[in-house]
T-cell receptor
Framework: QKEVEQDPGPLSVPEGAIVSLNCTYS??????FMWYRQYSRKGPELLMY??SSGNKEDGRFTAQVDKSSKYISLFIRDSQPSDSATYLC???????????WGLGTSLAVNP | GAVVSQHPSRVICKSGTSVKIECRSLDFQATTMFWYRQFPKQSLMLMATSNEGSKATYEQGVEKDKFLINHASLTLSTLTVTSAHPEDSSFYIC???????????FGSGTRLTVV
């Protein structure tokens, strides 16, 4: 079993839709949870950063962490064509600070 | 915000030659640098972790003599692919973590093609 599971998609939605992206994990030691967006042939950029359980909102983006279920989500409201990218979840592995990555979900928002 | 400049963005080299990729942190001190490799439609694969002034720690299966990492200063880390072969063709990305906070900042990546 992989430490982090993420459905690679692809996910295709119409403009304006609410997008839900998810990751599950198995290591209960993970404390820090991140969502990155990666456009084609570019490095990932940090979207959301959450510590422990709870919700965090930033504009159209909301990150949720449920440590009891080992499940994290990223919601995108009023999705735009410019949101079309690959979204990767990442988690901190502990003291050695090595990020553990999901496979990434490819999202296409159609105008 | 924190910026990591990675160069070159794209390089084509002949088989058997060496290629150097640079990552510079522009407005913060990168105490730790991570080097990743990414194949098409796949996630990031950590190759090695380097702390300034120390030898890099390589992940299992990564040849340290082939992928030379130097992190001689708090603002510069380099990855040299030695005696490159076509199977080394990939997208290489650096990521830096500074001494402030816990965030990771990524470079824009280098597309290496070995012909």
């Amino acid at each position: 079993q992989k430490e982090v599971e993420q459905d690679p998609g692809p996910l295709s939605v119409p403009e304006g839709a609410i997008v839900s992206l998810n990751c599950t994990y198995s290591n209960s030691a993970f404390q820090y949870f991140m969502w990155y967006r990666q456009y084609s042939r570019k490095g990932p950029e940090l979207l959301m950063y959450t510590y422990s359980s709870g919700n965090k909102e930033d504009g159209r983006f909301t990150a949720q962490v449920d440590k009891s279920s080992k499940y994290i989500s990223l919601f995108i409201r009023d999705s735009q064509p410019s949101d079309s990218a690959t979204y990767l979840c990442a988690m901190d592995a502990g003291n050695n600070r090595k990020l553990i990555w999901g496979l990434g979900t490819s999202l296409a928002v159609n105008p | 915000g924190a910026v990591v400049s990675q160069h070159p963005s794209r390089v084509i080299c002949k088989s058997g030659t060496s290629v150097k990729i640079e990552c510079r942190s522009l407005d913060f001190q990168a105490t730790t640098m991570f080097w990743y490799r990414q194949f098409p439609k796949q996630s990031l694969m950590l190759m090695a972790t380097s702390n300034e002034g120390s030898k890099a720690t390589y992940e299992q299966g990564v040849e340290k003599d082939k992928f030379l990492i130097n992190h001689a200063s708090l603002t510069l880390s380099t990855l040299t692919v030695t005696s490159a072969h076509p199977e080394d063709s990939s997208f290489y990305i650096c990521s830096a973590r500074g001494d402030r906070g816990l965030g990771y900042t990524f470079g824009s990546g280098t597309r290496l093609t070995v012909v």
